[in-house]
């Protein structure tokens, strides 16, 4: 059997090409090809007019109608099939700014999930490191303690390595301040001082440290560089 297709494009119905499958069209559509082979209804991949508020339904309608059935399609509409529908120019534009829009969305979001992630595991080594000092005096205290200090040693350098590693990312990902200095210079401290208010002065980093030198632990994930200021200045106020 002879395998065949048709090549629809948007804004256009009248050139609707139909070809010979060969391996370059399976390559090319492969998503489609394969829902395709397994009997099944293939939906075009992308954001549904539907779901594009800016849109009534008289206008869904009449895209449909010129083979286009996303906004990725109308984003993507050849200018010369401007001209087959009303207004054209306008959505396609306006298409393209929404697309744009929501793609910054979804690097925001994507970008706060790392952080989250980031933070959770930085909370995690925090803990881990705190435990291994803590039963590293433990036997330093007890000679008949059976640890393994070399062992230990070397787990609580490795924790600390990637503790390091990890802050980095995190400080250069973390939720804060849009400004892009958000990170930026932060004022250097003597050996063993804490940070001294005004808080905000101070970077991601210095931030985090002070936090858990006076709680004992690292923030929670979910706060961010405001919420970690006003912890330390309702700390002082205390």
């Not at 394969?34 to 339904?57: C, N, Y």
């Not at 952080?115 to 080594?125: E, T």
């Not at 004992?216 to 205390?238: H, I, Q, R, W, Y």
């Amino acid at each position: 059997m002879v395998e065949m297709v048709s090549i629809t494009t948007a804004g256009d119905t009248r050139a609707v090409p139909v070809f010979k499958v060969n391996d370059v069209t399976r390559q090319k559509y492969r998503w489609y090809y394969d829902l395709w082979k397994q009997g099944l209804q293939a939906t075009p991949r992308g954001t549904p007019l539907e779901s594009w508020p800016i849109l009534t339904s008289d206008q869904v309608r009449s895209l449909k109608a010129n083979n286009v059935f996303t906004v990725e399609h109308l984003a993507a509409m050849a200018d010369a099939n401007e001209n087959r529908m009303p207004m054209i120019r306008t959505l396609k534009n306006q298409a393209k700014e929404w697309l744009a829009e929501k793609g910054k969305i979804q690097e925001k979001d994507a970008a706060r999930a790392e952080n989250d992630q980031l933070r959770g595991a930085i909370s995690m080594l925090e803990q881990q490191i705190a435990e291994l000092r803590a039963n590293q005096v433990k036997g330093a205290a007890e000679p008949n303690h059976a640890i393994d200090a070399g062992r230990m040693n070397s787990d609580l350098e490795g924790m600390t390595a990637a503790l390091s590693e990890a802050t980095q990312s995190d400080d250069r990902k973390a939720e804060g301040p849009s400004d892009p200095d958000e990170f930026g210079a932060t004022v250097p401290l003597e050996s063993g001082e804490g940070l001294k208010p005004p808080y905000d002065q101070y970077g991601w980093g210095d931030l985090r440290a002070e936090y858990t030198r006076r709680f004992g632990k690292g923030p929670v994930p979910k706060m961010n560089t405001e919420a970690v200021v006003k912890a330390l200045s309702d700390n002082d106020a205390a």
